[in-house]
């Protein structure tokens, strides 16, 4: 028998699958048909589940409107609330009219208990129509619709690769062939969702818009990339109509995860002028996730630990929103709920008003979410409320450990938004503690208890280490896009190989390969900065190797020459290049090193812009509290003309350009217009990929992203993505055992005493030092005698302490939170080292080492080394090393001249300069004409006092010119009797010419 490889083909079999899974065949033909191009609805259909269902509510209006006329007014009723109020709407809580309300559709009851809701929901009527038309204007038609109903809420464009078809055809006709102004078509009014399907792949929309219609993939993905694996014996893309499309299914999407995002419109100064509306239908990894996760908790209870590696730009805001009003619905099977409150932890605002406008149109009930916004009292008086859902940031917990230590201890569910910046520290102890239920009872044996004889304070210490680590009564949803080991360690789901592993995946390599976001490595440039450094003191002062190279990379990297020259690169960049790019409205980012290179760059910037004229480029700057440069402050607030909670939505405005930042907004901050960054900090590890990813938003007319890089390597950069591009895995757990090895190395240098351990517990369990100046008095006493013995030691064996101490610390408390590890003189040792590590003097290391003063910069030059890809390998994951706890010993830092330091500084960036760029010795000499500074003191002092000012001045004004001029900068700095003689003839100059 002959294979049917046609299109129709792949409909039958579609067709067959969904009326297996409750739907009813169903063609469109006749008066049916008609009334379907006039009001894009299954009359018919409609009317009768109508009838099925609330036929009291249909008597009343036909009494209200008369026989005759009553289903025509209904029709018309319908047709107007789905333009008016929206089909989600419409959906979720009827029509009203003549006062009664006319439901459309049942969702299914979540318990089996009231029978009338289950009688009602089994009526629904699934159907599925094949070559549906809908128009008389002309003959087109669609592959599938499935309704509900008689509501046409699924539209799907079938092709088959065998007949020459993909499923970039079927995106075509629907983006090209279906008039978005017709009935059935127009948005939130009729179709929930178009489908462009093939064997292979789906893809999703929707709105239609013509040519800006944008699809986004519905694939789960395969091996770590994108499209769906092979499937035995069917279709890869089967899941759509065998498990998506379902009934149970499509309603479960209808009512508890479609909504409507809605973003005000703003005009060029920040009005809002309109609103734009955005029917959300869930990816499919999105849809997965949620629903893995339920089930698991539904399978599992409360208690366990989840980690969701969900790549940047992967739709994180709308994950959260899902799961957060599903954990917080969620009931048992006695009916009860199981999480007596769901907390979401995030530092991203944009998170707030987002999850209360979806869960509100979920359940149409205000009062549900509860943003903290206040203090921590708003949040204890949320968590003893049993508020639902609650949006907070990990930092108000610790101050509500008294607010709410009588509170009945619940089940809660705790959602962490980017999961490796808010899992840590104290912050994250306090959060246990507030939530945990166990007792001494339930941690600990009581016969061991007994056996080992504890005290009352090994009692207390042993609760505290059970609350610190898992707890039964929690469960934590960590999301990350890129997890540490320690994250991975602390939230990952146990495999069948004894290691950890994330519980759900969207690998960074399938968001970029499906086109969800940009691949921000695709465009790369670098450049290398070579510069000189010359000693200016007669002296040779003996300096730290190690601090004097770091400090004198930052004098040259804070240089006003610096600053000026990448300044200028940047902004001619971006207005040659960048500003045409997505229709003009192209943003860019520059990301300093410090709080002052960015304050010196955005005055950099304002005067290079000012200087040439530029009156179509505005800049704002990003850096927290105030920053001194010299004796002149400065803050955000008043460096860009308004307040820090507005930077986000003036940037987006077409007024401003470019975003000059110092650690503020280079993770979770979502600005699809940006689309370069320039980066003139060291970056590396997730640090790197959190920061370039800002560039991964996509949005219409945006196609590719541009990275300009004054400091990184691009092996550098691949190192640092890698890790993340596929799966992100672990190559061991961390062994509690490290923590014996730690003890041993602190031991031998005789700082502590069992005493003294003791001492400082008994303070730290009663809490007394925390109110009372007294136990304050005896903490330090008990202390001091450690830090007496510390001074003791040689500065080799301080510097090991310290380094061995503070490893103990982070290793126990990094402990505490993967493990049921109790070990209470462990525990004693880790309270009594958090309060001496504080008090330990400083080294020489820590000091400050300033020498601005001493060098001077001789020349300095930018030059591109490398452009292109930086490609990352398809290796099907990476496992990363588990967080390293090594041992403590301090590496000496030898002494060296200040010479030497040049010495080596200049041969690795000097040997690299070609001789070009002619300087005339009267541009230098009309630029100190110039200066105000130059001509009083020229006019003011005899000449052998100006002399003196003079050629402290001349190198300044050299380094203005070298850019441009670096044959005769090159020859002034190498040449001293030639750079002696122009001075000298220069001098004279412009003394007399100021004078004249």
Known sequence: MAIDATEKGFETNIEASLIGNGYSKRTLEGEASRLFKKYALDVELLFAFLEDTQEKSLRALEKAYGTEEYKQKVLKRISDQLGKQGLIHCLRHGIKDRGVTLKLIYNKPPTTMNQLMNELYHKNRFTVSRQVYYSDKHNNSLDMVLFVNGLPLVVMELKNQFTGQTVEHAMKQLRFDRDPNEQLFKCNERVVVYFAVDPDEVFMTTELKKE???????????????????????????????????????????????????????????????????????????????????????????????????????????????????????????????????????????????????VYQLEHKAGMVEPIKKDSNQ???????????????????????????GFDRKKYAVIIDEAHSSQGGKASTALTNILSDKTLEDAYEEDRIAEENLDDLDEQIVETIMKSGKQNNISFFAFTATPKPKTIEKFGTIGTDGKPHAFHEYTMRQAIEEGFILDVLSNYTTYKTFYKIAKKVDEDPLVSGKQATKKLAQYVSLHPHNIAQKTEIIIEHYRNFTRHKIGGRAKAMVVTASRLHAVRYKVAFD???????????????????????????????????????????????????????????QTGFDEPLLHTMYVDKPLSGIKAVQTLSRLNRTCPGKDDTFVLDFVNEPGEIKASFQPYYETTGLEEVTDPNILYDLQAELEPYQIFTEEEIQAVNELEMKGGFKKSTKAQTELNAWIDKGVDRFKQLSAEEKEAFKASATKFVRTYAFILQIATFIDVPLHKLYIYLNYLLRKLPRSSKDKDVYMADDVALQYYRNQKVFEGSIELEKTGGVDLKPTSHGTGGAVEDEKVRLSTILEKLNERFGTEFTETDFLSRDQVKEDMLKSEDIQQKAKNNSKDNFKFAFEKSFMDFVIDRMSSNEKFFMKILENEEFKNLIMEDMMHEVYAEANA
């Open 212 to 358: 800006k219609t944008y699809f986004l993939p519905f694939n789960k993905g395969n091996n770590g990339g994108k499209g769906n694996p092979t499937v035995y014996n069917n279709y890869r893309t089967y899941y759509l109509w065998e498990e998506i499309l379902v009934p149970d299914s499509l309603l479960d999407i209808l009512f508890r995860f479609v909504f409507v995002k809605k973003d005000d419109i703003l005009d060029s100064n920040g009005e809002t002028i309109g609103e734009r509306k955005m029917l959300i239908f869930p990816r499919f990894h999105q849809l997965d996730v949620v629903r893995k996760l339920e089930k698991n908790v539904q399978e599992k209870s409360v208690g366990q630990n989840y980690l969701i590696q969900h790549s940047a730009g992967s739709g994180k805001t709308n994950s959260i929103s899902w799961l957060a009003h599903r954990l917080a619905k969620l009931h048992d099977k006695e009916n009860n709920a199981v999480f007596s409150s769901v907390i979401v932890i995030t530092d991203r605002r944009v998170l707030d008003k987002q999850l209360q406008d979806a």
């Open 379 to 405: 949040l204890a008086q949320a968590i003893t409320s049993e508020t639902r859902i609650i949006i907070t940031t990990l930092q108000k917990f610790p101050f509500i450990m008294e607010k709410v230590s």
């Open 607 to 665: 005067q290079y812009i000012k200087k040439q004229g530029y009156d179509d480029l505005k800049t704002v700057v990003a850096f927290s509290g105030i920053v001194k440069d010299g004796e002149i402050p400065y803050s955000e607030p008043d460096m860009n003309g308004f307040s820090e909670k507005e930077l986000p939505d003036k940037f987006h405005l077409d007024e401003y350009k470019v975003l000059l930042v110092a650690e503020k907004y």
